[in-house]
């Protein structure tokens, strides 16, 4: 994978990671919002993976 392609996930992962905690930090959180942003962050670490 190129940098700036990788460069370019880190930093959408870093947002979804900023999203879901500011979600989580909210009086009453969204679970369906909660449950896509950690699919989406563990779909992107899968591929980081390989």
Known sequence: MESSHLG????????????LHEELSRPLPDDALVQDLKKKLRLKEEILRH
């Open 8 to 19: 370019a996930l880190e930093l959408k992962h870093a947002g979804i990671e900023r999203r």
